[in-house]
Antibody, heavy 114, light 106 residues
Framework: EVQLVESGGGLVQPGGSLRLACSASGFIFSDYVMHWVRQAPGKGLEYLSAISSLGSNAYYTDSMKGRFTISRDNSKNTLYFEMSSLRAEDTAVYYC???????WGQGTTVTVSS | SYELTQPSSVSVSPGQTARITCSGDILAKKYARWFQQKPGQAPVLVIYKDSERPSGIPDRFSGSSSGTTVTLTISGAQVEDEADYYCYSAADKNRAFGGGTKLTVL
C-alpha cells in the first residue's frame, strides 16, 4: 500500500523552528517529485514547496522563500520540511504529497502560539 | 505569481449536475487538477490533465477545459459528493490552488 506518514508537528512559540518529516512506503520514493501543502484552520489549500526526485532542485512559493527548506533522504525514504522564524499565520495542517499529487499523507498539525 | 479563481459555493439537489469552474490565465497553457476534500480528511485527486480520471474515481466526475477556464462536472451528484473542491495548476515558476468551492448536495 502506498502510504505517506507525516510527523514532527506540535506547538511552537513565535520565532521558533520546527522540522517536519514524511515517511514514505509502498512505492519507489526516489522516482518521484514530492510536495508540501498546508491548510490553515478553516481555510483553503496553500501550495508550499516541491523537491525533485533526486533532491537536486527545489521550488518554493514566493511567500515561503527564506524561512522554509525542503529536503529529502532517499536512503531513508523520507521527506523533510524545516521551518524557521515561525509566525502565528504558519499555524496549519501540513501535508506531504507524492507527485502527481495522487497520494497525500494524513497531515501533521503545527500550532504557533505563545 | 498567478491566481486561480473559483466560486465560493455551489449547491445542487441529489441527482442534478454540479459544475464548478476555475479560471486563470495559466490554464490556457497548463493542465489543471481537481481535488475533493471532505471535513477532517486529506484531499483526494479526482481529475488530472484537465479531464483524466484516476482509477477508483466514479465516472460521474469529469473535467473539461476551454481557454482560461476549466470545469469540474459531477453528473448525478450524490449526497456523498458534498465536499470542498480545489483546482490546481503549475507552471515552471508558479504553482497554486484555487480558493476552493464548497459543494452542497441537498
Amino acid at each position: 500500500e502506498v502510504q505517506l506518514v507525516e510527523s514532527g508537528g506540535g506547538l511552537v512559540q513565535p520565532g521558533g523552528s520546527l522540522r517536519l518529516a514524511c515517511s514514505a512506503s509502498g512505492f519507489i520514493f526516489s522516482d518521484y517529485v514530492m510536495h508540501w501543502v498546508r491548510q490553515a484552520p478553516g481555510k483553503g489549500l496553500e501550495y508550499l514547496s516541491a523537491i525533485s526526485s533526486l533532491g537536486s532542485n527545489a521550488y518554493y512559493t514566493d511567500s515561503m522563500k527564506g524561512r522554509f527548506t525542503i529536503s529529502r533522504d532517499n536512503s531513508k525514504n523520507t521527506l523533510y520540511f524545516e521551518m524557521s522564524s515561525l509566525r502565528a499565520e504558519d499555524t496549519a495542517v501540513y501535508y506531504c504529497v507524492k507527485d502527481p499529487m495522487d497520494v497525500w499523507g494524513q497531515g501533521t498539525t503545527v500550532t504557533v502560539s505563545s | 505569481s498567478y491566481e486561480l479563481t473559483q466560486p465560493s459555493s455551489v449547491s445542487v439537489s441529489p441527482g442534478q449536475t454540479a459544475r464548478i469552474t476555475c479560471s486563470g490565465d495559466i490554464l490556457a497553457k497548463k493542465y489543471a487538477r481537481w481535488f475533493q476534500q471532505k471535513p477532517g480528511q486529506a484531499p483526494v485527486l479526482v481529475i488530472y490533465k484537465d479531464s483524466e480520471r484516476p482509477s477508483g474515481i466514479p465516472d460521474r466526475f469529469s473535467g473539461s477545459s476551454s481557454g482560461t477556464t476549466v470545469t469540474l462536472t459531477i453528473s448525478g451528484a450524490q449526497v456523498e459528493d458534498e465536499a470542498d473542491y480545489y483546482c490546481y495548476s503549475a507552471a515552471d515558476k508558479n504553482r497554486a490552488f484555487g480558493g476552493g468551492t464548497k459543494l452542497t448536495v441537498l
